[in-house]
Structures are given as structure tokens and as C-alpha cells.
């Protein structure tokens, strides 16, 4: 699998995951603004990817030499809902505070990243069996993270485990993180998988063609989990259907002083909803209402793996 994203001579690259799978390349970030723009434009997506990307963020805005207080300021206003953006910052500061450098507790946070991806992947594996069909939505893989993955880290793991494992991934309108990048993942895992459009879910959990249901999740709160618009139709789905609905997720993605109905859902470009491949699929001028992620709530969920074990949703 490709970098997600590295350091090197004091830039930032990250695999532009707007143009996957077709084209790999980097987009080479100088200075903290332009890492900003990444996380804002998607170009770098998935929670701990855009923890990791605002550590490095504020690394590049110590390079620069600007005030650390006010890049983390701009920063946090880049994506309000996944969690880890805000703990990555507060991280950063709070280990300059300590006479550490945000360049090295950055690299750390990437390296600390995959290993926390391969303690979930090995937790995960305990409630996968064998022969599984494992659905999940969007791209909790390798390039929502550092890299392995959360969702998709579990995956791997069973995989791993030559459990014969079969994966089917959502295509996840609108901006195809199913369809582009969990199957991409998979494709180059050799792990056999099976695209469905959204709206397919449902009617393959109701004739017993999944075993498990995998999610990540961008922050878990009191009263249950904000994820990518459409898991709470696939949470319902399993729900009828008796398909036991697992999220995975490290604790930094963890929000122990909101409620779920608190956290603030991010609004985006009605263009994501018009256009697909930069052809309008609609008359432009119609009416769109764009919300990135929806809330499943805790009795929807089986249980969030996490590095420290399964747990019950908050
Ligand atoms: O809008 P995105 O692509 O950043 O949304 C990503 C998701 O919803 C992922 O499922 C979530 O961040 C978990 S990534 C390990």
C-alpha cells in the first residue's frame, strides 16, 4: 500500500485521495496553510488521517516560525466533526509546552497511529469468523489513517489470519470513499471484495448476505458515533436484520464532554451532490442539502473496537 502521507525535508506530502484510484500522486505541502487547504479540500480525509495531517500542520507552522497558538486557531476551523483534528492540535501544543518539538511529536503521532491500527486489527479479529461477509461504509482503511487502517485494519487482520474473509464495500455518495478507495485497498490486498451502491445495503443484509457489519467512526460521544452519511441506514438495516454492527475506532477519536447530538455536522459544496465526475447530474440550480456524516446511536452498535479492546458505545 502507498504512504498515506510522510515527512521529508521539512514538507508534508500526502497522496491526493481526490484523484484514486486512477492516479497516485502527492500533494506537497510547504507551509501550514497549504495542509489546511488538504484537510478542507479532502485532498488528505478519515479522522486519524486529518489528526495526523493537523499535527504535521502545526509542524510546518513551527518551521515557518509562526505563532504556534495562532496556527492552531486556524487550524481547528478546517473540519468540524472528526475529533481527532482538535486532540492532534491540542497535542502538539501541549508538547511544546513541554520543551518538545511539533515536528517530532508529529512524526510520533504517525508512527504511534499504525500501531494503534494493528492493536485494533487484532482486537477486531477476535469477532470475525471464518468465511465472513464483512460490510463496510466509506474508507476507515489505510489512507483514512497513517496507515492499515481501523474498519479496514480489522479486515486486514482476518485476512491475515487466512480467515477467508469477503468484504463488500458502499460506494458512499457523494464523494466515493467506498467505491474508490476501501475497494482500491482491498484490490491491492487481494482480499476479495464487491462493490454496492448505497441504497443496496439493506437488501443484502436481508437476504443473509452479510456476516458483520465494520464502520470507523470520526467521533464517539455520549449517546453514540458520527460516521459518514449513511451509516445510520446501514446501522438500521442490521439492526432488522440481526447483523451484529461493529465500529472501530482509536481513543483519541473518543469525545468524553459532548454529546453526540452536540458535535457539529459539516455542512459541504452542493457541487458533491450535483455533479458526478465534474458532469451535473441534475439541473444545477436544484435545492441540495449536503451533510458529511450522520449519528448511529450506542443501541445501534455491537461494540467499538478500539486499541485497548471491544467496548460498549458511550
Ligand atoms: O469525509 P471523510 O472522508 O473524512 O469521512 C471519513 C469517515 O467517515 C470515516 O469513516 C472516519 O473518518 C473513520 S476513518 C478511520
Redesign the pocket.
Same mark, same amino acid.
Given at each position: 500500500m502507498e504512504r498515506t502521507l510522510y515527512w521529508e525535508d521539512d514538507k508534508l506530502y500526502l497522496i491526493d485521495q481526490r484523484i484514486l484510484p486512477h492516479k497516485i500522486e502527492y500533494y506537497e505541502c510547504t507551509n501550514y496553510h497549504e495542509a489546511i487547504e488538504a484537510i478542507k479540500t479532502?485532498v488528505v *480525509?478519515?479522522?486519524? =488521517? #486529518?489528526g495526523v495531517s493537523a499535527a504535521y500542520a502545526m509542524a510546518l507552522a513551527e518551521v515557518e516560525g509562526v505563532h504556534l497558538n495562532a496556527a492552531a486557531d486556524e487550524i481547528k476551523q478546517a *473540519?468540524p466533526t =472528526?475529533v481527532n483534528l482538535f486532540w492532534a492540535v491540542d497535542k502538539v501544543l501541549e508538547a511544546v509546552k513541554n520543551g518538545e518539538t511539533a515536528v517530532n511529536t508529529a512524526i510520533e503521532m504517525e508512527k504511534e497511529d499504525i500501531s494503534i491500527n494493528k492493536r485494533i486489527g487484532e482486537y477486531g479479529n477476535e469477532v470475525i469468523d471464518k468465511n465472513d461477509t464483512i460490510l463496510t461504509?466509506?474508507? =476507515?482503511?489505510a489512507l483514512?489513517?497513517a496507515g492499515y487502517?481501523?474498519?479496514l485494519g480489522v479486515i486486514r487482520a482476518a485476512h491475515e489470519a487466512h480467515k477467508n474473509i469477503r468484504v463488500i464495500c458502499d460506494e458512499t455518495r457523494p464523494?466515493l470513499?467506498g467505491a474508490r478507495l476501501s475497494v482500491f485497498e482491498m484490490q491491492q490486498e487481494n482480499i476479495p471484495v464487491k462493490l454496492i451502491v448505497d441504497g443496496a445495503a439493506g437488501h443484502m443484509m436481508q437476504k443473509g448476505l452479510v456476516d458483520k457489519v465494520v #464502520?470507523?467512526?470520526?467521533r464517539v460521544a455520549k449517546g453514540g458515533v458520527a460516521?459518514?452519511i449513511g451509516?445510520l441506514m446501514v446501522a438500521l438495516a442490521a439492526k432488522r436484520y440481526d447483523v451484529p454492527f461493529y465500529v472501530? %475506532?482509536p481513543i483519541s477519536?473518543f469525545d468524553y464532554e459532548n454529546d453526540i447530538f452536540d458535535v457539529t455536522i459539516?455542512q459541504r459544496n452542493k457541487d458533491e451532490v450535483l455533479k458526478i465526475n465534474d458532469k451535473y447530474i441534475t439541473k444545477k440550480e436544484t435545492e441540495v442539502e449536503n451533510p %458529511?456524516?450522520d449519528i448511529v446511536e450506542s443501541d445501534l452498535i455491537t461494540g467499538i473496537i478500539t486499541e485497548e479492546g471491544i467496548k460498549k458505545a458511550l
Amino acid at each position: 500500500m502507498e504512504r498515506t502521507l510522510y515527512w521529508e525535508d521539512d514538507k508534508l506530502y500526502l497522496i491526493d485521495q481526490r484523484i484514486l484510484p486512477h492516479k497516485i500522486e502527492y500533494y506537497e505541502c510547504t507551509n501550514y496553510h497549504e495542509a489546511i487547504e488538504a484537510i478542507k479540500t479532502m485532498v488528505v *480525509r478519515g479522522a486519524p =488521517a #486529518i489528526g495526523v495531517s493537523a499535527a504535521y500542520a502545526m509542524a510546518l507552522a513551527e518551521v515557518e516560525g509562526v505563532h504556534l497558538n495562532a496556527a492552531a486557531d486556524e487550524i481547528k476551523q478546517a *473540519r468540524p466533526t =472528526a475529533v481527532n483534528l482538535f486532540w492532534a492540535v491540542d497535542k502538539v501544543l501541549e508538547a511544546v509546552k513541554n520543551g518538545e518539538t511539533a515536528v517530532n511529536t508529529a512524526i510520533e503521532m504517525e508512527k504511534e497511529d499504525i500501531s494503534i491500527n494493528k492493536r485494533i486489527g487484532e482486537y477486531g479479529n477476535e469477532v470475525i469468523d471464518k468465511n465472513d461477509t464483512i460490510l463496510t461504509h466509506c474508507n =476507515a482503511g489505510a489512507l483514512a489513517c497513517a496507515g492499515y487502517g481501523t474498519a479496514l485494519g480489522v479486515i486486514r487482520a482476518a485476512h491475515e489470519a487466512h480467515k477467508n474473509i469477503r468484504v463488500i464495500c458502499d460506494e458512499t455518495r457523494p464523494v466515493l470513499q467506498g467505491a474508490r478507495l476501501s475497494v482500491f485497498e482491498m484490490q491491492q490486498e487481494n482480499i476479495p471484495v464487491k462493490l454496492i451502491v448505497d441504497g443496496a445495503a439493506g437488501h443484502m443484509m436481508q437476504k443473509g448476505l452479510v456476516d458483520k457489519v465494520v #464502520i470507523g467512526a470520526d467521533r464517539v460521544a455520549k449517546g453514540g458515533v458520527a460516521n459518514k452519511i449513511g451509516s445510520l441506514m446501514v446501522a438500521l438495516a442490521a439492526k432488522r436484520y440481526d447483523v451484529p454492527f461493529y465500529v472501530a %475506532a482509536p481513543i483519541s477519536t473518543f469525545d468524553y464532554e459532548n454529546d453526540i447530538f452536540d458535535v457539529t455536522i459539516e455542512q459541504r459544496n452542493k457541487d458533491e451532490v450535483l455533479k458526478i465526475n465534474d458532469k451535473y447530474i441534475t439541473k444545477k440550480e436544484t435545492e441540495v442539502e449536503n451533510p %458529511a456524516f450522520d449519528i448511529v446511536e450506542s443501541d445501534l452498535i455491537t461494540g467499538i473496537i478500539t486499541e485497548e479492546g471491544i467496548k460498549k458505545a458511550l
